[in-house]
């Protein structure tokens, strides 16, 4: 009996342990959906449609302004582009006055323009500065002949150029890069001007003690007015392209006397503060001019002046025979000289290109450019000091300036310094004086025409100036 219900029990375990061994459920598999009957159009790999930058392939530092920040700048002239950027020295800027020949040069590092190369599309830009430059940038591309408006990149290479491009790329290589697939038509036009109030107390002050012309409280001038035109289109399925532009420039000049830190050219005292500290001069060469006589009491003597005061001036209220005083009697230069420089430009240029296959591209270019730059400063004049032999005797003199010139001491000292002179009435006298009868100097640069050849890739390139 016991036996029995031992036998059922372990009956019934084994029984369930077969059932749930047995009993896992089965779980329906899904069906694959069916393949799709569209085919693979096409893969793009969006990282091969990031722009390439030029440091990405050099292994010279290229600083690269794009078209982008030259419409951000306003900027209407190629030199203030390039005059932004620190490696970049302006050798002739619009504000250039004096010194000026009229040119915009580049010279990067401060090495010189004729030390650094300029490109233009990868090629050499001919030579325009030579009117009126020194010797050492003659040879030097004038950037006034490059639009703004058709610069769609600029390349800035400041180290290693001289091994690919010679000693002319000492210093580095500027390439500018022109839109020359240009598809449309475009118009910009630009008007600016610059507007300052002259509000400093002391240089007011400074321009009325000597008499110099005080400008208004506010002064609008330096206005640009800039006008271009650039269209262009493919042919060809795509080969080919065909661009064309136009670029007008008007500059106004901006005058030292405008404004108040620029009305007058500033003398300091030999040591500063100084007695009396900064105040209005100029030039040593007066509109009244200048006098001295020069000479020594023994042939070793020192050769310094003889007269009581060093030199001399005539007087312009009383015209009395009185010394010199460089407070009262410089010339001011600085107010007629130009802060920007009056220019009036036209440009205008076709490209055309035409691919033949992949590997041969025929091309021709053509620019075309006109510029006239004006710059003034103070009228020219008998420098200070300039030798002249007079005679004690002459009629012109006023009794008072031969007491002071012609006097027996000071004869006999001027005739030991200047023997030819000695047993006559004369003296060797040193005059300066500005010839403010005259207009300012004004210097203008004359055309430019910049044609350029047709030719196959690759060939080198050929620039006339005509």
Not at 29 to 34: D, F, L, M, Y
Not at 234 to 251: H, I, S
Not at 300 to 308: A, L
């Amino acid at each position: 009996m016991g036996n029995t219900k031992l036998q059922y029990a372990v009956r019934a375990v084994l029984a369930a342990a077969a059932a749930s061994a047995a009993g896992a459920p089965a779980y329906a598999q899904t069906a694959p959906a069916a393949a799709s009957d569209t085919a693979l159009q096409e893969v793009v790999v969006t990282g091969s449609r990031l722009a390439i930058s030029p440091n990405d392939v050099s292994i010279s530092p290229i600083t690269s302004l794009g078209s982008l920040d030259i419409q951000k700048s306003g900027l209407v002239r190629t030199e203030d582009l390039l005059n932004n950027l620190p490696q970049v020295v302006a050798e002739q800027s619009g504000g250039t006055s004096i010194s000026s020949n009229g040119t915009a040069t580049v010279s990067l590092r401060g090495l010189g323009s004729q030390r650094t190369l300029v490109l233009v599309n990868g090629t050499r830009l001919a030579p325009g500065a030579s009117l009126g430059a020194t010797p050492q940038t003659s040879s030097s591309a004038d950037i006034n002949q490059i639009p703004a408006a058709m610069i769609e990149r600029v390349d800035v290479l400041t180290g290693g150029a001289s091994a690919v491009y010679g000693a002319d790329a000492v210093a580095g290589v500027v390439n500018f890069v022109l839109n020359t697939h240009f598809e449309g038509v475009k118009i910009d036009a630009n008007y600016g001007f610059g507007r300052y109030d002259n509000n400093h107390a002391d240089l007011l002050a400074n321009l009325a003690a000597a008499h110099d012309p005080v400008p208004g409280s506010v002064v609008d001038a330096g206005f640009n007015k800039d006008v271009s035109f650039l269209a262009g289109s493919n042919f060809a399925d795509g080969k080919g392209n065909a661009t064309v532009y136009a670029t007008y420039l008007k500059t106004s000049p901006a005058v030292g006397y405008q404004y108040d830190y620029a009305g007058c050219s500033l003398n300091t005292p030999s040591t500063l503060p100084g007695p009396g500290g900064l105040h209005c001069g100029g030039s040593g060469t007066p509109a009244t001019g200048r006098f001295a006589v020069y000479g020594q009491v023994t042939p070793t003597s020192p050769f310094v002046p003889q007269t009581p005061a060093k030199a001399y001036a005539i007087d312009p209220t009383t015209g009395a025979f009185r010394p010199y005083s460089s407070a009262t009697d410089s010339y001011n230069y600085g107010g007629l000289s130009f802060l920007q420089r009056a220019a009036e430009r036209y440009t205008a240029g076709a490209f055309l290109n035409y691919d033949i296959n992949d590997k041969t591209n025929v091309y021709s270019d053509f620019m075309y450019a006109r510029n006239s730059s004006e710059a003034n400063y103070g009228p020219s004049g008998l420098f200070s000091y300039t030798a002249a032999t007079i005679s004690c005797a002459n009629p012109l003199l006023s009794p008072q300036e031969v007491g002071i010139l012609c006097a027996p001491n000071v004869v006999a000292a001027n005739q030991i310094a200047f023997p030819q002179n000695a047993g006559t009435n004369n003296i060797n006298l040193y005059v300066g004086r500005r010839a403010v009868e005259k207009r300012s100097a004004r210097r203008q640069l004359p055309v430019q025409l910049l044609p350029r050849d047709a030719r196959r890739q690759g060939e080198v390139d050929r620039r006339i100036v005509l």
